[in-house]
């Protein structure tokens, strides 16, 4: 038996002995969110190309309908039926939210939080605010619970999805996380620009003085400027030349250099491909490589996101939950290829056609149930003597 079959079935207190040796080191842990998820929120909001590239994932991700199937080994689990959790995953989670929006809502956290947390309450799904959850590790099995402002909740009441993470065994890392470094020099490259043409688009003042003053009253000036002018909203420090010294250049700085638009355009490729997005995706114009790198992004960016929450679904409610590509124009040419594929198969004589018409996601017909015997002009595989040319009467 496995470790995870006795969180729903034994209490902490009354296991004998440690469930799961590799969590030793984390029993005692109470973990949060490993990460500030407002400097993630804040990027998401203010810099356009994180904004895009998240709101694409999550919306392709929301759109993928799910196929909930029975598990022959596995009868009714939880007390619920395969309608009730069809409904629950595709249409209606609760009474408040359609399903796009709720699944909007679990991807964005997925994002930003590296954490999904779906609440079960028996007849429908609520989604918990990964960045205020708060995973209590229980010391032999795995979670003892999980807390929401005070609010405890089982194991037994939590849908848990996570995103990779090499140090921790209870909460995953955002995908924003390696771009961290980009997003903070963009957000400076910005704030820079700002003040500058704030200033009036001068990178400095320079007074000059044809005597020599002394200390007390460069201070004083530097005071008085300072107060007129308030450098913390953006006006700049004087710089005081007296006895005749004369400058060249206040700046070599141009404004093409000031532009940045270069060192933007290379660092919002690194965003989007820490996000998944092959970047080709976010240039304007007709480009003949397109096509297959959307098939690339859905195929290594957006099912796999699909198919860790039908994980988490399937071993929930015991049923089987698979992604619908039939309605992804991405996935077109994949699914002619999966259609050769199983009629090759049919035709073979290897499985029959509901067989094929199942994988390929169409409904069982009741005259497709037998396996189709192969023929050819030679005569029929099962029988030689059958079929090849018609024989010839012989007439006299």
């Known amino acids: 038996?496995?470790?995870?079959?006795?969180i729903f079935s034994k209490k902490p207190v009354d296991t004998e002995e440690?469930?799961?040796?590799?969590?030793?080191?984390?029993?005692?842990?109470?973990?949060?969110?490993?990460?500030?998820?407002?400097?993630y929120e804040r990027a998401y909001e203010d810099l356009?190309?994180?904004?895009?590239?998240?709101?694409m994932i999550v919306d392709d991700v929301a759109e993928i309908s799910t196929v909930v199937k029975p598990i022959a080994s596995r009868g009714v689990v939880k007390g619920i039926k395969r309608s009730k959790v069809e409904l629950l995953l595709n249409k209606e989670p609760n009474p408040f939210q359609d399903i796009n929006t709720f699944r909007r809502n679990l991807v964005t956290d997925f994002l930003l939080d590296g954490n999904i947390f779906i609440y079960f309450d028996g007849v429908h799904l609520y989604h918990l605010p990964a960045d205020k959850v708060?995973?209590?590790?229980?010391?032999?099995t795995y979670v003892e619970k999980y807390t929401l402002h005070d609010v405890d909740f089982t194991p037994s009441e939590i849908?848990?999805?996570?995103?990779n993470s090499f140090y921790s065994i209870y909460r995953g890392v955002p995908r924003l996380k390696p771009?961290?470094?980009t997003m903070n020099l963009m957000a400076s490259m910005r704030a820079f620009q700002d003040n500058f043409f704030k200033n009036g688009a001068v990178p400095g003042l320079v007074l000059k003085s044809p005597n020599t003053l002394s200390d007390k009253i460069k201070e004083r000036m530097l005071v008085s400027w300072q107060t007129r002018y308030r450098p913390d909203s953006g006006g700049r420090r004087p710089l005081i030349l007296d006895g005749?010294?004369?400058l060249d250049k206040v700046s070599n700085v141009n404004f093409k250099e000031l532009d940045f638009q270069g060192a933007i355009?290379?660092?919002?490729?690194?965003?989007?491909?820490?996000?998944?997005?092959?970047?080709?995706?976010?240039?304007?114009?007709?480009?003949a490589n397109i096509r297959p790198n959307m098939r690339l992004y859905y195929l290594e960016t957006i099912l796999p996101i699909v198919r860790k929450i039908n994980f988490a679904t399937s071993r929930f409610f015991g049923f089987e939950c698979v992604e619908d590509i039939t309605n992804v124009p991405a996935l077109q040419p994949e699914l002619r290829d999966a259609a050769a594929y199983y009629t090759s198969l049919v035709n073979g004589g290897i499985i029959s056609p509901n067989e094929a018409r199942e994988a390929l996601g169409y409904d069982t017909r009741e005259e497709a149930e037998d396996i189709c015997v192969p023929a050819n002009i030679a005569g029929s595989a099962a029988n030689p003597a059958e079929g090849g040319r018609p024989e010839e009467s012989n007439e006299e």
């Open 134 to 140: 708060t995973v209590h590790a229980d010391k032999d």
């Open 48 to 55: 356009e190309i994180v904004n895009r590239g998240v709101n």
């Open 18 to 39: 440690k469930l799961n040796p590799a969590q030793y080191l984390d029993s005692s842990n109470v973990e949060s969110s490993r990460e500030s998820t407002i400097s």
């Open 1 to 6: 038996m496995a470790w995870y079959n006795n």
């Open 179 to 181: 771009a961290m470094r």
């Open 244 to 246: 005749g010294i004369e």
């Open 265 to 287: 355009e290379e660092n919002e490729k690194i965003i989007l491909k820490a996000l998944g997005i092959p970047p080709i995706l976010m240039d304007s114009g007709n480009n």
């Open 159 to 163: 849908i848990h999805i996570k995103e």
